[in-house]
Antibody, heavy 120, light 107 residues
């Protein structure tokens, strides 16, 4: 059974940094593209960033480009999201999600989500 | 970027009703369209992918159709446990984009 478990969420001040982690189990992690999706309180889903199965391709929403960095450590079955220069509007539940294939496909498995709060 | 427009944004229907939600892409995405169900406080759950393929374990009362730019999600007989928000999402190209969501309530 595929399981994704996020960690690293916290309360952080505007301008601060945070790194989220997502540990995957029940799959050959290196074979799949992964993404981060967030949901601000009371709002809809927003895709944030994605990385290919090989790690060679990384992709970002305009709203986080230049501030967030996605990466993966296939030896640890772990996906990361380094978030810098955080803003109040980055406050959200962050989900990691697995894509169906190495470089494409829909988001077939999701973690339970982790809350990031940006506030002074 | 591909914009996904969902309608309606909310609906209220009775148990047993047939419910249809539509999703329109701003450009053609072939059949690279997924539907998700989200209950408050929970992670999204995939229902349908490739526009019309039912995710394993999802009841057959859910069905999807469409290709290109216009898609629909149908719940054939609405039940209390279907009260949730439903999202469409295109995965044809980055950035992946979601519709605004449809909140389904039971009368």
């Amino acid at each position: 059974e595929v399981q994704l478990l996020e960690s690293g969420g916290d309360l952080v001040q505007p301008g601060g940094s945070l790194r989220l982690s997502c540990v995957a189990s029940g799959l050959t992690f290196s074979s799949y593209a992964m993404s981060w999706v967030r949901q601000a309180p009371g709002k809809g889903l927003e895709w944030v960033s994605g990385i290919s199965g090989s790690g060679g391709g990384t992709y970002y929403a305009e709203s986080v480009k230049g501030r967030f960095t996605i990466s993966r450590d296939d030896s640890r079955n772990t996906l990361y999201l380094q978030m810098n220069t955080l803003r109040a509007e980055d406050t959200a539940v962050y989900y990691c999600a697995k894509r169906q294939y190495r470089n494409s496909g829909y988001l077939d498995y999701w973690g339970q989500g982790i809350l990031v709060t940006v506030s002074s | 970027d591909i914009q996904m427009t969902q309608s309606p944004s909310s609906l209220s229907a009775s148990v047993g009703d047939r419910v249809t939600i539509t999703c329109r892409a701003s450009q053609g995405i072939s059949n690279s369209l997924a539907w998700f169900q989200q209950i408050p406080g929970k992670a999204p759950k995939s229902l349908i992918y490739a526009a019309s393929t039912l995710q394993s374990g999802v009841p057959s009362k859910f069905s999807g159709s469409g290709s290109g730019t216009d898609f629909t999600l149908t719940i054939s007989s609405l039940q209390p446990e279907d009260s949730a928000t439903y999202y469409c999402q295109q995965y044809n190209s980055y950035p992946l984009t979601f519709g605004g969501g449809t909140k389904v309530e039971i009368k």
